[in-house]
């Protein structure tokens, strides 16, 4: 099976957004999960065992109702190199570009089976979408390893399974990815479940307007058949308790 490299992308500078929902909701809740709030798109409040209340963006507008958004990318106005700590707790503005943090993922995952939904964009407006039915992160002492995919569907094909599943979480701090050679979160600049060199996706990057072309970026491999020369413009992974 031939490896595929992630280290250089070239972006194509295509005009477009995507617009984000800026409705929010601040109340104290026994809540565990989107699911709760019925089809809101709303940011709400949960609860889950071994964390206190903590605020998460709810998406009901695909895929049914009940997502919880765990990642955002959609402009420069974020910093996704961070440190080990700034991915455990999370960092980012919910109604824009953010990562919730591995150790409330984790917590959410472990609490009951999840499915796994990541929605893409691109610079030309197209989109795309990989759904998994069964993802899992694991605990910190773990590595907050990929430990769970399950089957994945979608259009946007399958760029987790093959070189990302049952790796641990690398941030430009903490090198856990089977590189001998170099740390593919601080080449890349972002926090990611990194093999061996690399692998086929990359969704904590550059924004394509931000990258310099040299390094970094935003990649999904299968969705842009393996040569990385049309930007990603949008990013955002959600997940489901199932049920």
């Not at 701090?173 to 990359?202: H, M, P, T, V, Y």
């Not at 299968?222 to 930007?231: C, H, K, P």
Request: glycine share 10%.
């Amino acid at each position: 099976m031939q490896t595929y490299w992630i280290l250089v992308l070239f972006f194509l500078h295509v005009e477009g957004d995507i617009t984000i929902s800026t409705e929010n909701s601040f109340e104290n809740t026994a809540a565990n999960s989107c699911l709760s709030f019925n089809d809101s798109t709303d940011i709400h409040s949960i609860v889950l065992p071994g964390i206190g209340p903590f605020l998460v963006p709810c998406n009901s507008s695909v895929s049914g109702s009940g997502w919880t958004v765990i990642q955002r990318l959609v402009n420069c106005h974020e910093n996704f190199n961070r440190t080990w700590i700034d991915y455990k707790i999370g960092f980012g503005d919910l109604r824009e570009n953010f990562f919730l943090g591995l150790e409330k993922i984790h917590l959410m995952t472990l609490a009951q089976p999840h499915e796994l939904y990541i929605q893409l964009q691109n610079v030309y407006g197209a989109t795309s979408y990989a759904l998994y039915d069964n993802f899992i992160v694991g605990s910190e002492e773990e590595g907050y390893k990929l430990k769970s995919l399950g089957e994945c569907s979608g259009t946007a094909g399958d760029s987790l399974t093959e070189y990302h599943l049952n790796m641990k979480f690398s941030t430009l701090d903490r090198d856990n990815d089977r590189d001998e050679i170099r740390n593919c979160a601080k080449i890349l600049g972002g926090g990611w479940w990194f093999s061996l060199n690399c692998g086929q996706s990359f969704l904590n990057g550059k924004y394509y307007k931000c990258d310099d072309g040299k390094h970094g970026g935003v990649a999904w491999a299968t969705w842009q058949n393996y040569e990385f020369t049309t930007g990603l413009t949008f990013t955002q992974m959600m997940i489901r308790p199932k049920t």
